[in-house]
C-alpha cells in the first residue's frame, strides 16, 4: 500500500481556458462519486459500463474511492468542491503487471472542456512512476468523445474489434508526438484564458476615484485617455460618477457583463470586491492592491484565500501587488496601468515582476522609441505567471521579441521548457535580479560548493537560450537589435566610420567578445575606394575619414549590405560638421530599407542629442547606440542567440543496460537503516547504485584493520588505493586521508596507519584497485530547493574548488548538453592531447554524464553527488569513477517539487 501522494494536487486550465482542480481520488470522496454517476446521462453511463445501470452499489463505492495508489489508481477533477470527472487505472493481474486499464468519466455538462485530456495525461504521468509501461481501454464505437482523446493524445495507437467494441492499446512512454501534443493543449487552453484580460470588451475599476492623484483616480485616467475601446465601468459607493461616467457602488449592479476588472481598493475590502466579481461571472482580475504575500505570513493567507476565490470561479488574475496591463493592439487600447505615460505601439512584449521598475521600464521604451505590444507587470504571481505569458505571447501575431525582468522562477522546470520551444520562434531577452546577494551555498560536497545562487540560473538560461543580459541598459540595447533588424547570420562584422578612434574602439570591442572583422577582398575594397577620398582605409574597418558625407554614407552601405563578406554592419557617425546628420541618418535608414531586412544593420550616432528620428521609416528602424562598445555587446548577444538558433535540439537518449529497481532498492534498504533524513551512502552500497546504472567503480573492499587491508591488496594483485572509512572526512584527500600506488604487503600496512591516524573516528579503510593514468575530472550533481537537480562536469580532482573551471546543466540534460559541457570547461584540451598529452575516451564520458543524468531521474531520493575524481582512459578504454560519495534522503512520492513539470498545471503544494 503506497501512502497518499498528498503532494498531487494541481490547478489545471481547461481547454475553454477555465480552471479546475485535480488531485487524487480519496476514501471521503465517495459521496461526491455518487453524485458524479447521478449526473451523468444513461447514455454516458452504457459507454462507461457496457450496460444500462441505475445507480452504483455501496460495494461499487466502496471499490471505486478506496486505491492503493500503486496498483490502482485515480484521479478527480473539481469545480469547488464538486467532482465532474474521474479517471482510473487498474493494472492488469497476470503475467504481464507492466500494463493497466484505463476508464474515465465526465459530466455530460463539462464535455469538450478538456477534461478528459488532462485526466489521461495525469494517469500517463504517474503509472510510469509506477512500472506501468502500456494502457489499455475498451471503447464502444460510438463513444466519439472518447476516441478523441485518445487519437489526440499524441500516443501510438493500436486497436482491435472484438464483439463490437475497440480495444485502444497504447504504451505510457513519451513521444515526440505526444509531447507536441501536450504542448498545444496547454498553449491553446493558457492563451484562452488570458484573452479576457488582453481582449476585453468591457472593464470595470473597483476603486475608481475622482482624486487624480490617487492610484485609482490614474488607473481610471489612462483607460479613458487612450480611448480603451469597450466600455468603462467605475465602481465607487461613495461618488455618483467618476470624471464624468457613472459610477456603481458595486460590481453586481452593473447592468452588462464585464470581462475585466481591476481591482484598486483598500487590502481589507479586496476579497469582498473579488467575491462579487465571481458571483457577476467576470473572466479576468487586475489586483493592483498591496499588502498579501510580500507582506508576511497574514499576507500570504489572505493571498491564499484570494487565489481559492479565483480558481472556483474559473477566472484568471494578474498580480496582487501589481501596476496593471496594457496593450497598444489598436482594436482595443487597454491602458490598464496607473503609469504616467503609454508607451508606443511596436512589436515587444514585457513582463515585469516590480510595479516601480515596470514605469521605468515604459518609461525608457518610449524615450527609445522600443514599441511595445503588450506589457504586465506579474506583481506577486499568485495566479497567472511568466510561463503563462510565454504561451500567450508565443503565437501572438503582434509580439516579435519577449522582454522578462525577473526576480524569481515560479516553475523553472516548466519554464526551461517553454523556453527551449518558444526561442525558437521569438528571443526571449532577461534580466534577472538578485544574482550575487547568496553567495556559496553551504554544502558538503565539491559539487554544492561549486554551484553558487546564480548558478541554476545561468544554466537554465543557456539551455534555453534565453538571451540574458546584466542590466537595463544591456535589456534596451539587445532588444532595440532584435526589434528591428533579423537576426545575424553569422559573427564577420562590417564596420563604416567617418572617424578613426571611434572606428578602433570598436573593432577592438568586437573582437574582445568574439565576434570577427574580415579582410575585406581585394575586389570590394576597390568598389569602396572609387567612391572615397584617398586618405580613406577601406580593408576593414572602412575609414571614409571626416570629410566623408551623406553620399558617401549611401553608395558605401550600399556594397556592405550587397556583400556575402559579413554577417552585419555597424555604422558609426560623429557630426564633423552643423550640417549632414538628418541626411546622413535618412542614408542609413534608405540602406535597411533596401536591403529589407536580409542583413543586420546598426547605428551609432555619438552625440550627446541621441539618434535622430531619421533612422527610423513605418516599416524599417536602424537600432542607434551612443557609444560603439553598446552596438558591439548587443550585436555578440544577437550572434549568439543565432548560433543557438541553428544548433540542434539535442535529445533525451534512452539508456541500455540499467536497472532502476536495484539502485531504488539498496537505497531504500540503507533509508530503512538510518531514518527518513537519510545520509551518505557507504561505500559498498554507493557501488550498487552505480553498478546498476552502468557506472563501474574500481574493485574494492572495506578493512576495518591493517591485516584485513593486506589481505584483499594481495586478492586484487598490484597496486592499491587506501581511503580513510570516517564520517568527519568528508574530503579525505585534504587531510591526508588517501595513500595511492601501494605495491605490497609493507606499503599497504603503513598506509593503512597513515590514513587511518588523521581522525579521532575512523573505522577502517577501503581499499581499491589503483588506476593508473587517465586525465581526471569531476561528474557530479547538487539539487537545488527551487530548479531541481544540477548536474556538473569540470577538472577533477583536488583542485576542483580552487580552478573552478565547470559547467552546469539543468537535469534532465540532453545528449546535447552532455557534449557541450565537455567541451566549455578550458581543461577539456586536455582530452583532445593538449601538447603532446594523451587523449582521453570523450564518448565513454558523455555516455558517463548521460548515466548520471538518468540516475538522478530514475531515483529522485538522490540529493547530493561526487564521482571525483573520474579517470578518463585513453580512446576506447572508457571511464573510471575512482571514488564517489552519494548523499539521498527520503521521498514522499515520486513526484519531487523542483521535478514536476506537467503541461496546463501548477502544483499546489510545490
Given at each position: 500500500?503506497?501512502?497518499?501522494?498528498?503532494?498531487?494536487?494541481?490547478?489545471?486550465?481547461?481547454?475553454?481556458?477555465?480552471?479546475?482542480?485535480?488531485?487524487?481520488?480519496?476514501?471521503?470522496?465517495?459521496?461526491?462519486?455518487?453524485?458524479?454517476?447521478?449526473?451523468?446521462?444513461?447514455?454516458?453511463?452504457?459507454?462507461?459500463?457496457?450496460?444500462?445501470?441505475?445507480?452504483?452499489?455501496?460495494?461499487?463505492?466502496?471499490?471505486?474511492?478506496?486505491?492503493?495508489?500503486?496498483?490502482?489508481?485515480?484521479?478527480?477533477?473539481?469545480?469547488?468542491?464538486?467532482?465532474?470527472?474521474?479517471?482510473?487505472?487498474?493494472?492488469?493481474?497476470?503475467?504481464?503487471?507492466?500494463?493497466?486499464?484505463?476508464?474515465?468519466?465526465?459530466?455530460?455538462?463539462?464535455?469538450?472542456?478538456?477534461?478528459?485530456?488532462?485526466?489521461?495525461?495525469?494517469?500517463?504521468?504517474?503509472?510510469?512512476?509506477?512500472?506501468?509501461?502500456?494502457?489499455?481501454?475498451?471503447?464502444?464505437?460510438?463513444?466519439?468523445?472518447?476516441?478523441?482523446?485518445?487519437?489526440?493524445?499524441?500516443?501510438?495507437?493500436?486497436?482491435?474489434?472484438?464483439?463490437?467494441?475497440?480495444?485502444?492499446?497504447?504504451?505510457?512512454?513519451?513521444?515526440?508526438?505526444?509531447?507536441?501534443?501536450?504542448?498545444?493543449?496547454?498553449?491553446?487552453?493558457?492563451?484562452?484564458?488570458?484573452?479576457?484580460?488582453?481582449?476585453?470588451?468591457?472593464?470595470?475599476?473597483?476603486?475608481?476615484?475622482?482624486?487624480p492623484a490617487s492610484i485609482g483616480g490614474r488607473l481610471?485616467?489612462?483607460?479613458?485617455?487612450?480611448?480603451?475601446?469597450?466600455?468603462?465601468?467605475?465602481?465607487?459607493?461613495?461618488?455618483?460618477?467618476?470624471?464624468?461616467?457613472?459610477?456603481?457602488?458595486?460590481?453586481?449592479?452593473?447592468?452588462?457583463?464585464?470581462?475585466?476588472?481591476?481591482?484598486?481598493?483598500?487590502?481589507?475590502?479586496?476579497?469582498?470586491?473579488?467575491?462579487?466579481?465571481?458571483?457577476?461571472?467576470?473572466?479576468?482580475?487586475?489586483?493592483?492592491?498591496?499588502?498579501?504575500?510580500?507582506?508576511?505570513?497574514?499576507?500570504?493567507?489572505?493571498?491564499?484565500?484570494?487565489?481559492?476565490?479565483?480558481?472556483?470561479?474559473?477566472?484568471?488574475?494578474?498580480?496582487?501587488?501589481?501596476?496593471?496591463?496594457?496593450?497598444?493592439?489598436?482594436?482595443?487600447?487597454?491602458?490598464?496601468?496607473?503609469?504616467?505615460?503609454?508607451?508606443?505601439?511596436?512589436?515587444?512584449?514585457?513582463?515585469?515582476?516590480?510595479?516601480?521598475?515596470?514605469?521605468?521600464?515604459?518609461?525608457?521604451?518610449?524615450?527609445?522609441?522600443?514599441?511595445?505590444?503588450?506589457?504586465?507587470?506579474?506583481?506577486?504571481?499568485?495566479?497567472?505567471?511568466?510561463?503563462?505569458?510565454?504561451?500567450?505571447?508565443?503565437?501572438?501575431?503582434?509580439?516579435?521579441?519577449?522582454?522578462?525582468?525577473?526576480?524569481?522562477?515560479?516553475?523553472?522546470?516548466?519554464?526551461s521548457r517553454l523556453a527551449r520551444r518558444i526561442g525558437?520562434?521569438?528571443?526571449?531577452?532577461?534580466?534577472?535580479?538578485?544574482?550575487?546577494?547568496?553567495?556559496?551555498?553551504?554544502?558538503?560536497?565539491?559539487?554544492?560548493?561549486?554551484?553558487?545562487?546564480?548558478?541554476?540560473?545561468?544554466?537554465?538560461?543557456?539551455?534555453?537560450?534565453?538571451?540574458?543580459?546584466?542590466?537595463?541598459?544591456?535589456?534596451?540595447?539587445?532588444?532595440?537589435?532584435?526589434?528591428?533588424?533579423?537576426?545575424?547570420?553569422?559573427?564577420?562584422?562590417?564596420?563604416?566610420?567617418?572617424?578613426?578612434?571611434?572606428?578602433?574602439?570598436?573593432?577592438?570591442?568586437?573582437?574582445?567578445?568574439?565576434?570577427?572583422?574580415?579582410?575585406?577582398?581585394?575586389?570590394?575594397?576597390k568598389r569602396l575606394q572609387v567612391h572615397l577620398s584617398?586618405?580613406?582605409?577601406?580593408?576593414?574597418?572602412?575609414?571614409?575619414?571626416?570629410?566623408?558625407?551623406?553620399?558617401?554614407?549611401?553608395?558605401?552601405?550600399?556594397?556592405?549590405?550587397?556583400?556575402?563578406?559579413?554577417?552585419?554592419?555597424?555604422?558609426?557617425?560623429?557630426?564633423?560638421?552643423?550640417?549632414?546628420?538628418?541626411?546622413?541618418?535618412?542614408?542609413?535608414?534608405?540602406?535597411?530599407?533596401?536591403?529589407?531586412?536580409?542583413?543586420?544593420?546598426?547605428?551609432?550616432?555619438?552625440?550627446?542629442?541621441?539618434?535622430?528620428?531619421?533612422?527610423?521609416?513605418?516599416?524599417?528602424?536602424?537600432?542607434?547606440?551612443?557609444?560603439?562598445?553598446?552596438?558591439?555587446?548587443?550585436?555578440?548577444?544577437?550572434?549568439?542567440?543565432?548560433?543557438?538558433?541553428?544548433?540542434?535540439?539535442?535529445?533525451?537518449?534512452?539508456?541500455?543496460?540499467?536497472?532502476?529497481?536495484?539502485?531504488?532498492?539498496?537505497?531504500?534498504?540503507?533509508?530503512?537503516?538510518?531514518?527518513?533524513?537519510?545520509?551518505?551512502?557507504?561505500?559498498?552500497?554507493?557501488?550498487?547504485?552505480?553498478?546498476?546504472?552502468?557506472?563501474?567503480?574500481?574493485?574494492?573492499?572495506?578493512?576495518?584493520?591493517?591485516?584485513?587491508?593486506?589481505?584483499?591488496?594481495?586478492?586484487?594483485?598490484?597496486?592499491?588505493?587506501?581511503?580513510?572509512?570516517?564520517?568527519?572526512?568528508?574530503?579525505?584527500?585534504?587531510?591526508?586521508?588517501?595513500?595511492?600506488?601501494?605495491?605490497?604487503?609493507?606499503?599497504?600496512?603503513?598506509?593503512?596507519?597513515?590514513?587511518?591516524?588523521?581522525?579521532?573516528?575512523?573505522?577502517?579503510?577501503?581499499?581499491?584497485?589503483?588506476?593508473?593514468?587517465?586525465?581526471?575530472?569531476?561528474?557530479?550533481?547538487?539539487?537545488?530547493?527551487?530548479?531541481?537537480?544540477?548536474?556538473?562536469?569540470?577538472?577533477?580532482?583536488?583542485?576542483?574548488?580552487?580552478?573552478?573551471?565547470?559547467?552546469?546543466?539543468?537535469?534532465?540534460?540532453?545528449?546535447?548538453?552532455?557534449?557541450?559541457?565537455?567541451?566549455?570547461?578550458?581543461?577539456?584540451?586536455?582530452?583532445?592531447?593538449?601538447?603532446?598529452?594523451?587523449?582521453?575516451?570523450?564518448?565513454?564520458?558523455?555516455?558517463?554524464?548521460?548515466?548520471?543524468?538518468?540516475?538522478?531521474?530514475?531515483?529522485?531520493?538522490?540529493?547530493?553527488?561526487?564521482?571525483?575524481?573520474?579517470?578518463?582512459?585513453?580512446?576506447?578504454?572508457?571511464?573510471?569513477?575512482?571514488?564517489?560519495?552519494?548523499?539521498?534522503?527520503?521521498?514522499?512520492?515520486?513526484?519531487?517539487?523542483?521535478?514536476?513539470?506537467?503541461?496546463?498545471?501548477?502544483?499546489?503544494?510545490?
Amino acid at each position: 500500500m503506497v501512502d497518499y501522494p498528498a503532494d498531487l494536487e494541481f490547478d489545471v486550465v481547461l481547454k475553454d481556458g477555465g480552471t479546475a482542480r485535480l488531485r487524487p481520488i480519496r476514501a471521503e470522496d465517495r459521496d461526491e462519486l455518487d453524485e458524479l454517476f447521478n449526473r451523468l446521462s444513461a447514455e454516458a453511463v452504457y459507454q462507461r459500463f457496457f450496460r444500462a445501470k441505475n445507480k452504483l452499489t455501496p460495494e461499487e463505492l466502496e471499490y471505486f474511492t478506496n486505491v492503493d495508489y500503486d496498483d490502482r489508481m485515480a484521479f478527480v477533477v473539481l469545480s469547488e468542491a464538486t467532482i465532474i470527472g474521474v479517471g482510473r487505472y487498474d493494472r492488469t493481474k497476470g503475467e504481464d503487471d507492466s500494463v493497466a486499464e484505463v476508464a474515465f468519466a465526465v459530466d455530460d455538462a463539462h464535455h469538450g472542456r478538456g477534461i478528459g485530456t488532462q485526466l489521461l495525461q495525469h494517469l500517463t504521468y504517474y503509472a510510469r512512476t509506477r512500472g506501468i509501461t502500456g494502457f489499455s481501454a475498451w471503447v464502444l464505437p460510438d463513444n466519439y468523445p472518447m476516441m478523441r482523446v485518445f487519437r489526440n493524445s499524441g500516443f501510438t495507437l493500436r486497436r482491435h474489434v472484438s464483439e463490437g467494441v475497440y480495444l485502444v492499446e497504447f504504451p505510457t512512454e513519451e513521444t515526440p508526438e505526444s509531447l507536441v501534443a501536450e504542448g498545444e493543449h496547454e498553449k491553446r487552453a493558457i492563451a484562452t484564458s488570458l484573452l479576457p484580460i488582453f481582449y476585453p470588451r468591457s472593464v470595470a475599476v473597483i476603486g475608481a476615484s475622482r482624486n487624480p492623484a490617487s492610484i485609482g483616480g490614474r488607473l481610471f485616467h489612462n483607460l479613458l485617455s487612450e480611448s480603451f475601446a469597450g466600455a468603462i465601468f467605475p465602481v465607487n459607493p461613495s461618488a455618483p460618477a467618476v470624471n464624468g461616467v457613472r459610477a456603481y457602488s458595486s460590481v453586481l449592479e452593473i447592468p452588462d457583463p464585464v470581462d475585466l476588472a481591476f481591482i484598486v481598493v483598500p487590502k481589507q475590502y479586496v476579497i469582498a470586491a473579488v467575491r462579487e466579481c465571481a458571483e457577476k461571472g467576470v473572466r479576468g482580475l487586475v489586483v493592483i492592491t498591496a499588502g498579501f504575500s510580500e507582506a508576511g505570513e497574514e499576507g500570504e493567507s489572505l493571498e491564499d484565500e484570494l487565489l481559492e476565490i479565483v480558481r472556483n470561479a474559473d477566472m484568471r488574475m494578474v498580480g496582487p501587488n501589481c501596476m496593471g496591463v496594457l496593450n497598444t493592439d489598436a482594436s482595443v487600447q487597454l491602458n490598464g496601468t496607473f503609469a504616467p505615460l503609454y508607451p508606443p505601439a511596436g512589436n515587444v512584449a514585457m513582463s515585469s515582476q516590480s510595479g516601480a521598475l515596470g514605469i521605468a521600464i515604459l518609461d525608457y521604451a518610449k524615450d527609445l522609441n522600443i514599441g511595445i505590444s503588450t506589457f504586465v507587470s506579474v506583481g506577486n504571481k499568485s495566479d497567472v505567471s511568466g510561463n503563462d505569458l510565454l504561451l500567450y505571447w508565443e503565437d501572438d501575431p503582434a509580439t516579435d521579441v519577449i522582454l522578462l525582468y525577473l526576480e524569481s522562477f515560479g516553475n523553472p522546470r516548466r519554464f526551461s521548457r517553454l523556453a527551449r520551444r518558444i526561442g525558437r520562434k521569438k528571443p526571449i531577452v532577461a534580466v534577472k535580479s538578485g544574482r550575487t546577494s547568496a553567495g556559496t551555498r553551504a554544502a558538503s560536497s565539491h559539487t554544492g560548493a561549486l554551484a553558487s545562487a546564480d548558478t541554476a540560473v545561468e544554466a537554465l538560461f543557456r539551455q534555453s537560450g534565453v538571451i540574458r543580459t546584466h542590466d537595463l541598459d544591456e535589456l534596451f540595447d539587445i532588444t532595440a537589435l532584435l526589434a528591428n533588424q533579423p537576426v545575424p547570420k553569422g559573427r564577420r562584422v562590417a564596420v563604416l566610420t567617418n572617424a578613426g578612434g571611434p572606428g578602433i574602439l570598436l573593432a577592438d570591442a568586437l573582437e574582445s567578445i568574439g565576434l570577427t572583422l574580415p579582410e575585406f577582398s581585394g575586389d570590394l575594397q576597390k568598389r569602396l575606394q572609387v567612391h572615397l577620398s584617398d586618405e580613406a582605409t577601406v580593408r576593414n574597418p572602412v575609414d571614409m575619414v571626416a570629410s566623408a558625407g551623406p553620399d558617401e554614407y549611401r553608395v558605401c552601405l550600399a556594397e556592405l549590405m550587397d556583400t556575402d563578406e559579413v554577417d552585419a554592419v555597424i555604422v558609426i557617425h560623429i557630426p564633423a560638421a552643423p550640417t549632414g546628420t538628418p541626411e546622413t541618418a535618412a542614408a542609413i535608414r534608405d540602406a535597411s530599407v533596401a536591403n529589407a531586412g536580409k542583413k543586420t544593420l546598426l547605428s551609432v550616432f555619438m552625440r550627446s542629442e541621441g539618434p535622430p528620428p531619421e533612422l527610423h521609416s513605418d516599416e524599417f528602424r536602424v537600432p542607434s547606440y551612443r557609444f560603439p562598445e553598446s552596438a558591439a555587446r548587443a550585436l555578440a548577444r544577437a550572434a549568439a542567440y543565432g548560433e543557438w538558433l541553428e544548433r540542434p535540439t539535442g535529445s533525451i537518449p534512452v539508456i541500455g543496460g540499467v536497472n532502476p529497481g536495484a539502485a531504488r532498492a539498496t537505497i531504500t534498504q540503507f533509508l530503512e537503516e538510518v531514518g527518513d533524513e537519510g545520509g551518505w551512502l557507504e561505500p559498498d552500497q554507493v557501488a550498487e547504485v552505480l553498478s546498476a546504472f552502468g557506472l563501474e567503480l574500481p574493485r574494492s573492499a572495506t578493512a576495518p584493520t591493517a591485516d584485513a587491508a593486506a589481505a584483499i591488496a594481495a586478492e586484487f594483485g598490484g597496486p592499491v588505493v587506501l581511503k580513510v572509512i570516517s564520517d568527519s572526512a568528508l574530503h579525505k584527500s585534504d587531510i591526508g586521508g588517501v595513500a595511492l600506488n601501494l605495491d605490497g604487503e609493507q606499503a599497504v600496512r603503513e598506509g593503512f596507519d597513515r590514513v587511518t591516524s588523521v581522525v579521532d573516528d575512523a573505522t577502517g579503510v577501503l581499499v581499491q584497485e589503483f588506476i593508473a593514468g587517465g586525465h581526471e575530472v569531476i561528474v557530479g550533481m547538487t539539487e537545488d530547493a527551487s530548479f531541481g537537480p544540477l548536474i556538473l562536469f569540470g577538472l577533477g580532482g583536488i583542485f576542483v574548488e580552487l580552478m573552478r573551471d565547470a559547467a552546469f546543466r539543468i537535469h534532465p540534460i540532453t545528449d546535447l548538453d552532455a557534449a557541450e559541457m565537455i567541451k566549455e570547461v578550458k581543461a577539456s584540451k586536455l582530452l583532445d592531447g593538449y601538447r603532446g598529452e594523451p587523449p582521453g575516451d570523450v564518448p565513454a564520458l558523455q555516455d558517463a554524464i548521460l548515466r548520471v543524468s538518468a540516475l538522478i531521474g530514475a531515483v529522485p531520493e538522490i540529493v547530493e553527488m561526487d564521482l571525483n575524481p573520474v579517470k578518463v582512459l585513453p580512446p576506447g578504454q572508457g571511464i573510471r569513477a575512482v571514488d564517489a560519495r552519494i548523499k539521498v534522503r527520503r521521498i514522499s512520492s515520486a513526484y519531487v517539487p523542483g521535478r514536476v513539470d506537467i503541461p496546463a498545471t501548477e502544483s499546489t503544494r510545490a
